[in-house]
């Protein structure tokens, strides 16, 4: 059984920095675009960055220079450093596993930018 556990969440200050994980286990890891993608309510989900399968990166453009996706195929975990938070980012972020037609999401944790 597939599964994508995110974890880093939380509340941070504007300016401030949070690293997001996500975890996945149950899949041939070294082989999925892997992704995270964020949420507000009543709003349509989107992508924030994304990683290939040989490391090559793709960056929504309002994160573009604060954020940075990484991930580390011997622990099957990807990550998100976030930096310089803003308001607008406070989300639900998730995490996302693609392979052709395998499409697989984790829960998401929250991330919440206030002062």
């Known amino acids: 059984q597939v599964q994508l556990v995110e974890s880093g969440g939380g509340l941070v200050q504007p300016g401030g920095s949070l690293r997001l994980a996500c975890a996945a286990t149950?899949?041939?890891?070294?082989?999925?675009?892997m992704s995270w993608y964020r949420q507000v309510p009543g709003k349509e989900r989107e992508l924030v960055a994304l990683?290939?399968?040989?490391?090559?990166?793709k960056y929504a453009n309002d994160v573009k220079g604060r954020f940075t996706i990484s991930r580390d195929n011997g622990k099957n975990t990807i990550y998100l450093q976030m930096n310089n938070l803003k308001s607008e980012d406070t989300a639900v972020y998730y995490c996302?596993?693609?392979?052709?037609?395998?499409?697989?999401w984790g829960k998401g944790t929250l991330v919440t930018v206030s002062s």
């Open positions: 149950g899949l041939s890891f070294s082989t999925y675009a």
């Open positions: 990683i290939g399968i040989y490391f090559a990166t």
């Open positions: 996302n596993g693609k392979r052709n037609t395998l499409d697989y």
